[in-house]
């Protein structure tokens, strides 16, 4: 399976932005969908997951309630709408697929290729 990550961009402090996730190859299926962000100098940081199956979904302190995951079935694809973009938001951001405890481990097997996201004061 391939992930493509996209819709990053520059944007203003407070501004939005929605990430996809799109896979190919198979469906998401029984698999947890996650993104990671990783800002320069920093180490990758867990942002939230998804449960395909179930719809759980588990957010990072930094964003909950700034943040929505989501999933469209018919595109095979996962979004992340970000609101109320912050300075330290700015990364590269990366979205991951595998068992639900295997992502959270940090250890997915599948990886998107990440996408920049940078936010302006």
């Known amino acids: 399976v391939q992930l493509q990550a996209s819709g990053g961009g520059l944007v203003q402090v407070g501004g939005s932005l929605r990430l996809s996730c799109a896979a190919s190859g198979r469906t998401f299926g029984n698999y947890a969908v996650a993104w990671f962000r990783q800002a320069p100098g920093k180490e990758r940081e867990f942002v939230t997951i998804?449960?395909?199956?179930?719809?759980?979904?588990y957010y990072a302190d930094s964003v909950k309630d700034r943040f929505t995951i989501s999933k469209d079935n018919a595109k095979n694809t996962v979004y992340l709408q970000m609101f109320s973009l912050k300075p330290e938001d700015t990364a590269v951001y990366y979205c991951?697929?595998?068992?639900?405890?295997?992502?959270?481990?940090?250890?997915?097997?599948?990886w998107g290729q990440g996408t920049q996201v940078t936010v302006s004061s």
């Open positions: 998804f449960n395909w199956n179930d719809g759980s979904k």
């Open positions: 991951a697929s595998d068992k639900w405890r295997t992502v959270l481990a940090g250890r997915a097997k599948y």
